[in-house]
C-alpha cells in the first residue's frame, strides 16, 4: 500500500493532469475568439443573475484582481459586459451581463455541452457521484488557505 506522502501526489498529478486535458478541450470547441476565462466570467454572471463586483468575481473564479480587470476588459470591448459605477460607493464598479453577453454565453455553453456530457456519459453517474464530493471537499480545504 502507498505511503499517504505518495497517495497525494498521485492525486495532485491527475487532477493537474485532468485540468490541463479539459482545458485544453474546452479552448478547442469554445466559439471563435472565446476564452476559458471569458465564459467563465460569463456564465458566472448569468448564473448570478445579478452585478457582481471585479474584486466579488475574481473571488467566486479564484483569480486575481488584475487577472480579471484584464478579461472584463476584453469582455467590455467585445459588448459582453457593461461596468458601471456603483451609484452607492463611488470606489466601486458593477459588472453586468449584456444582452450580447448573455448569447455568447449561451453558445459557449452549447458548444461544450456534448463534449462535457460525452465524458461524463462514458464515467457514469454511479463514479460521478462518488467522485464529486471528494473533489468538492478537496476544493473547500484548498480555499481555506
Known sequence: M???????IALVSELLIADQLLRSRLARVLPEKMEISHFSVLNQLARRNAELT???LARA???TRGAITNTLGRLEAA???HI???WDDARKKLVGLSPAGREARD???AAITPMITDVAGTLGDTKLRAALPV???LRL???QD
Open 2 to 8: 502507498a505511503d499517504n506522502g505518495s497517495l497525494t
Open 54 to 56: 471585479p474584486a466579488q
Open 61 to 63: 473564479l479564484h483569480v
Open 79 to 81: 459588448g459582453y459586459v
Open 84 to 86: 458601471r459605477p456603483d
Open 107 to 109: 453558445r459557449a455553453l
Open 135 to 137: 473533489l468538492r471537499e
Open 141 to 143: 480545504r484548498l480555499e
